[in-house]
């Protein structure tokens, strides 16, 4: 048992803290990308899969970081022509739970992939939720295919109904 503990103390140690964020909420979220920890914070908080695209589509200099309840920081943005691809990042900076999302259309369907290192698909956060459903309304995305993915990089379906317009 002690040796878990230390175990889990360690895997903790491990997760760069995120507590400086909050100094860039109301600032550009470009501001706060630029920031030389930001990286090393999204690639310890998500999926590999999922850096790129996530950490790849953030930076929109109009946009934004929004801090809810002194604690929960959430970026935005969009990438590619058109912006078939547009992202979210929602952190917890005073814990160690973090949560990606990517949404992405093509001619077959809109897909959005959540991931997550620390969290599962069946315990996200009720503030992780409700930032990712008003992200989802806000710009009037509606997936078709939901997925998540954890640390092993391998995307799952999950039922879409939470995520959708109608819901």
Do not use: H, Q
């Not at 590999?48 to 996530?54: E, N, Q, S």
């Not at 309840?69 to 005073?94: H, N, S, Y």
């Not at 640390?151 to 879409?160: E, G, K, Q």
Request: hydrophobic share 45%; proline share 7%.
């Amino acid at each position: 048992m002690k040796l878990l503990c230390v175990l889990a103390v360690a895997a903790a140690a491990t997760i760069p803290d995120g507590s400086w964020l909050l100094s860039y909420g109301g600032k550009p979220i470009a501001t706060a990308v630029n920031d030389k920890r930001m990286l090393p914070v999204v690639r310890n908080r998500l999926p590999v899969a999922l850096v790129g695209r996530v950490f790849g589509s953030l930076g929109d200099a109009r946009t934004p970081v929004a801090v809810a309840e002194g604690r929960f920081v959430a970026m935005t943005g969009c990438g590619g022509p058109d912006c078939r691809l547009r992202a979210l990042l929602w952190i917890d900076a005073k814990g160690t739970s973090a949560l990606g999302a990517a949404y992405e259309v093509s001619a077959e369907n809109e897909r959005l992939t959540i991931g997550s290192n620390g969290l599962s698909a069946n315990d996200l956060p009720p503030a992780a939720m409700a930032s990712l459903v008003a992200w989802l309304r806000a710009n009037g995305l509606d997936p078709d295919v939901v997925e998540f993915m954890g640390p092993s990089n391998v995307p799952r379906r999950v039922d879409a109904e939470p995520f959708r317009a109608s819901s």
